[in-house]
T-cell receptor, first 114, second 114 residues
Framework: AQSVTQPDIHITVSEGASLELRCNYS??????LFWYVQSPGQGLQLLLK??????LVQGIKGFEAEFKRSQSSFNLRKPSVHWSDAAEYFC????????????FGTGTSLTVIP | DSGVTQTPKHLITATGQRVTLRCSPR?????VYWYQQSLDQGLQFLIH???????AKGNILERFSAQQFPDLHSELNLSSLELGDSALYFC?????????????FGPGTRLTVT
């Protein structure tokens, strides 16, 4: 069955520090992977996606993610965090065999301290 | 702004009542997805419509139903409401079906059942 695990419920980083948010997926076929960000009271905004090809993908707001098939991971990174990055981050896998639905992880809440 | 609109933004109602949530997809998108976000269940896929036809069902209760109209807007109907139905309900849209496409999310409708 398809599933996504985000092991870190909450992460705190200092402004300007680097960030890595972990995501592990379980999916029987080639995964279609996404990272979304949700600010308080807002909907989900797509940060980046991986469908195939280059395993390092670039997204908006300076984020990138690396797909590692051997580790079933799709970790999100940012070299220097800004206070405005404080939000909830969701990893998702798209499942073609179940009507294109997305399976979301439980999210990682990011706090940025000055 | 994702281009997906949802109304109303907030809804407060009593147990046993029925409500209708409305979603308009991005211009040109034919697929609409409904998700429920709650503290205990996280983001759960409910249902997917493509060009007026139901394509997939997820964890949607029998008390809930949805439809997509010829102008492609969609409505999610929730009836016999229970306290546990209190959640954020998101609509997302994508350009097509039959493949995994990125989904663009609306701002959500916060439903409170008292």
């Amino acid at each position: 069955a398809q599933s996504v695990t985000q092991p870190d419920i909450h992460i705190t980083v200092s402004e300007g520090a680097s960030l890595e948010l972990r995501c592990n997926y379980s999916y029987g076929a080639t995964p279609y992977l996404f990272w979304y960000v949700q600010s308080p009271g807002q909907g989900l905004q797509l940060l980046l996606k991986y469908f195939s090809g280059d395993t390092l993908v670039q997204g908006i707001k300076g984020f990138e993610a690396e797909f590692k098939r051997s580790q079933s991971s799709f970790n999100l990174r940012k070299p220097s965090v800004h206070w405005s990055d404080a939000a909830e981050y969701f990893c998702a896998v798209g499942a073609l065999n179940t009507g294109n639905q997305f399976y979301f992880g439980t999210g990682t809440s990011l706090t940025v301290i000055p | 702004d994702s281009g997906v609109t949802q109304t109303p933004k907030h809804l407060i109602t009593a147990t046993g009542q029925r409500v209708t949530l409305r979603c308009s997809p991005r211009s040109g998108d034919l697929s609409v997805y409904w998700y429920q976000q709650s503290l205990d269940q996280g983001l759960q896929f409910l249902i997917h419509y493509y060009n007026g036809e139901e394509r997939a069902k997820g964890n949607i209760l029998e008390r809930f139903s949805a439809q997509q109209f010829p102008d492609l807007h969609s409505e999610l109907n929730l009836s016999s409401l229970e306290l546990g139905d209190s959640a954020l309900y998101f609509c997302a849209s994508s350009v097509g079906s039959g493949h995994i496409y990125e989904q663009y999310f609306g701002p959500g409708t916060r439903l409170t059942v008292t």
